[in-house]
């Protein structure tokens, strides 16, 4: 089989949904069974994880961090056996960490995704170790192209990153939601204010990325002298919305980095 996964969990799970999109030569594995409604669903197979192992290629790791040496240690044996490709999600773990959890020298991809994963949206920073051949790499990014965003990033970065676009959507989620909160407290039915935060949030994304101008001009071009916006991003700068941004990135940073500890 091409690809197996071993977690299915939320992760794991948009991973899936997306590159089901290119091949449904996928198995997936978990430790309760739950994920054999979603393999049902996808149209691809479901096994045990010792099953992956032995007959999965190219292996995404998608359980969590603390998990990651206890479920990779009994796979050793089919590990060195085997060689396949492991193609790790898990935060905070270097290529080098998986390797040796592996217990054999292995080719591994280290990803970053997001959640919008599932539905071709994810922004998804990657690095290779040594192992990892030219021709295999481009088949898998090719695979990979349902989930959205793929971009080759130095593995010292990758903790940063996952600050940035892993997290994300949490941020994100949260803007919205308390955005919506206000509209709510000026009247605007619940259903509405969270379509239109949204609607916002894509459309301001989507000027940024098409238009590549500073995030400052964009911002400038929405605020009348003396008007409503200007009263608005003041108070937002009075409860210091651009420092909260900023250490919450750092401190997701700092996090990841402990977790490789
Ligand atoms: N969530 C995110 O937004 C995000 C973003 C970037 C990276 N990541 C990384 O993705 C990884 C998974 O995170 P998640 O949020 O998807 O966690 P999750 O929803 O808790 O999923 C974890 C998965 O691992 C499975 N699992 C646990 N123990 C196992 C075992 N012994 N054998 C096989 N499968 C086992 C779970 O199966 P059961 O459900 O059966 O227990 C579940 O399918 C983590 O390493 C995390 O750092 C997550």
């Known amino acids: 089989?091409?690809?197996?996964?071993?977690?299915?969990?939320?992760?794991?799970?948009?991973?899936?949904?997306?590159?089901?999109?290119?091949?449904?030569?996928?198995?997936?594995?978990?430790?309760?069974?739950?994920?054999?409604?979603?393999?049902?669903?996808?149209?691809?197979?479901?096994?045990?994880?010792?099953?992956?192992a032995e007959n999965c290629d190219r292996i995404f790791l998608a359980v969590k961090?603390?998990?990651?040496?206890?479920?990779?240690?009994?796979?050793?044996?089919?590990?060195?056996?085997?060689?396949?490709?492991?193609?790790?999600?898990?935060?905070?773990?270097?290529?080098?960490?998986?390797?040796?959890?592996?217990?054999?020298?292995?080719?591994?991809i280290r990803i970053m995704p997001n959640t919008p994963t599932a539905i071709g949206k994810g922004v998804i920073p990657y690095c290779c170790n040594d192992l990892v051949e030219e021709a295999t790499l481009s088949d898998w990014l090719s695979d990979m192209i349902p989930c959205g965003l793929l971009d080759?990033?130095?593995?010292?970065?990758?903790?940063?990153?996952?600050?940035?676009?892993?997290?994300?959507?949490?941020?994100?989620?949260?803007?919205?939601?308390?955005?919506?909160?206000?509209?709510?407290?000026?009247?605007?039915?619940r259903a509405k204010a969270y379509e239109y935060a949204a609607m916002t949030m894509v459309g301001a994304a989507e000027m940024y990325l098409s238009t590549k101008q500073h995030p400052g001009a964009l911002k400038d071009a929405v605020c009348s002298p003396g008007g409503s916006t200007i009263a608005a991003l003041r108070v937002l700068e009075n409860y210091k919305f651009r420092a909260a941004a900023m250490e919450c990135i750092i401190a997701a940073y700092q996090k990841n980095k402990d977790l490789g500890k």
């Not at 939320?10 to 309760?32: E, F, Q, Y």
């Not at 990033?153 to 903790?159: F, K, N, P, Q, R």
């Open 1 to 52: 089989m091409k690809y197996g996964f071993i977690g299915c969990g939320n992760m794991g799970g948009a991973v899936a949904t997306a590159l089901s999109a290119s091949t449904k030569d996928i198995a997936l594995s978990d430790r309760s069974g739950k994920g054999k409604a979603l393999a049902d669903r996808l149209g691809i197979s479901y096994a045990t994880p010792a099953e992956i």
């Open 65 to 108: 961090p603390h998990m990651m040496e206890g479920v990779l240690s009994p796979l050793q044996p089919m590990f060195a056996r085997k060689k396949p490709l492991l193609i790790t999600m898990a935060a905070g773990l270097s290529t080098a960490q998986i390797q040796s959890f592996a217990g054999t020298s292995l080719p591994i």
């Open 152 to 189: 080759a990033l130095d593995e010292s970065l990758i903790d940063a990153a996952t600050a940035l676009s892993g997290s994300g959507p949490a941020y994100m989620y949260l803007f919205l939601e308390s955005l919506a909160d206000g509209a709510v407290s000026c009247g605007i039915p």
